[in-house]
């Protein structure tokens, strides 16, 4: 009886510092950087609820998580004025594969939204497997639908 | 009268040297390297059919093509055992924009798919402006549906 | 009367994070990701002691600070299992001129150990200039003999 | 009786395509990439000489060779202007070590000029071992002093 409050999923948010080797003849961040910043936050993710960078995940406990699918759309110029504000969501859990959603911001302005689509893999043969029940206790809490 | 018919559009296939740098401890090329490889073909099937590579576009002619959209699908890894053939199409025109498709393939595979998405802006202020008729000339005889 | 004790310099320690991306096939940090490590740590000097990054130190102030020399020596692997602690000296300061060291360390072992000359420049033009006053200000007294 | 002829060894040029992905906001390459461009040059001097890239070096042999000193002098800055080409020697074979120069021109333009030290090593531990008789053959004739 009565109303179960669950807690609120904290923002997580990934500092990106944007540098003169990120930039181009143009003077901001390069495109194809751009998705790297999106993939070290989703990495950064999986340090802070996982415990565990990809390193370690791969050559500790056999699990990889190559990529299936990346989607982005830039909307503002990106440059090393400010950091670039990562924000990275847990959209969707499936059986053996993960959707992120990164948000970048500088100074408040919405630089790039992307969707990241990984499949959780035995390292050593890159096949999917089931995400493993360890993993999926820490992260199930954390789906946000976007 | 009679029919015209429009000479084929030849298939534009740039290969890439996936090298020892590229890959990640996977083994295969980092997810972040492809979207390097995909708008690397794209400059080049600027230099081919425009005459320009994006330096001499941005600093001789003013001319930017900053990428509003891009998209990925990976199939399949990519590894330094075979050049990675990436083939450009250039899928829509329109008043300021361009919309590409890339295929790599490695010994036969297909390995990923992307649409990118470029805007024309004048370099000096970022500002969209109408394809330049010159260019317009050159590309609007390529345009290929998906 | 009595000694004139100069402050010490303190240490100035860049941490960087390795991640999945840094690193090769061979699971280290790819051998030319390290020169990364290090110009960035210098640039972050930059930012700490003239108060300005390269971007901002280029666009706004006409000043550019192009490397004519580097040399690196690696004594350990890079993994992500640690930060890097980037150790940045100032060495030497010529007429136009600037000598870095840059040592950066995992765990407490020596990783690499690397010398960077960099010469201050007119951005617009790239001829080489005399350090300007403001700037000699800041960072004269931070040289430290390797 | 009488003299010796050793072939002349002939010049190995590796040309290097710099794009805009490679420069940064002074419209050059950034000095970061300088030695990626110097050691994609060396692993293809593998490829043509040895008949391996570093992966299959790696993978298929067990045999690593990372480096241990890297030294470069920049004389003029690279542009996407040129091609440039990259002329490779090897200049010491030492028991478990080589000894490459990396030469980088563009236009006929010195841009750069770099020394290369790796070790060969075990792969799976990295220790270094003697380079393999028969790699040895096949570059012995290939030492030319700077």
Known sequence: MGVTMSKPIEDFIHPVRVGWADCDPASIA?????????????EVWWEHYVGVNWFALNLDRDIGTPFV????????TITPRHRLQCQVKLLKIG?????????GSQNGVLCFEGEF?????????MQSQPI??????????LVMPA
Chains 1, 2, 3, 4 share one sequence.
């Open 30 to 42: 390069y495109t194809g950087r751009i998705p790297y910043f999106a993939l070290e936050s989703i």
């Open 69 to 76: 699918h990346m989607s982005l759309d830039f909307y503002s």
């Open 95 to 103: 059986t053996s594969s993960l959707r992120f959603s990164v948000h």
């Open 117 to 125: 689509v990984s499949v959780i893999v035995v390292s050593e043969t």
């Open 132 to 141: 493993p029940a360890q993993i999926l206790e820490l992260i199930g809490p």
